[in-house]
């Protein structure tokens, strides 16, 4: 991993940020989706601009929306990071998520014989 992401890792740990983790974690051990969720959280501006200059573009923007777009704690967070760093509109990125989301469980269940047991 780049000094910078593992600077950042420390921050973020000496923060009490991955307090749900051994306290001897590692970078590594908490992986780099984890990291970005946490940073876009909880991290300043500069710890963002770390991330996207050290991560791709299309990464981060997956790891928000499939990790901080829906947690109604981050309303105001998520309507800030849409319009600064993602350039995108916030409603928009729900409704087509939302409908992602219906059509895995539409795939799920069409999957399922009536028992909702996986057909062969």
């Known amino acids: 991993m780049e000094k910078r992401i593992l600077r950042l890792f420390d921050k973020m740990k000496s923060k009490n940020l991955f307090w749900s983790y051994d306290k001897n974690i ?5 992986g780099t989706d984890v990291l970005i969720e946490t940073v876009l959280k ?3 501006v500069a710890d963002i601009q770390i991330i996207f200059e050290c991560c791709e573009y ?8 499939k990790r901080v777009v829906f947690d109604q704690r981050f309303e ?7 319009r600064v760093f993602f350039d995108v509109d916030i409603d928009a990125v729900r409704r087509e998520r939302a409908g992602y989301e219906r059509r895995v469980k539409l ?6 014989d009536e028992t909702g047991i996986g057909k062969s």
Do not use: P, T
Request: proline share 0%; charged share 20%; hydrophobic share 45%.
């Open 76 to 82: 105001k967070l998520n309507f800030y990071l849409a």
């Open 107 to 112: 795939e799920r269940l069409a999957s399922c």
């Open 42 to 44: 909880y991290g300043d």
């Open 58 to 65: 299309q990464h981060i923007f997956d790891v928000w929306v």
């Open 26 to 30: 590692s970078a590594s051990d908490v």
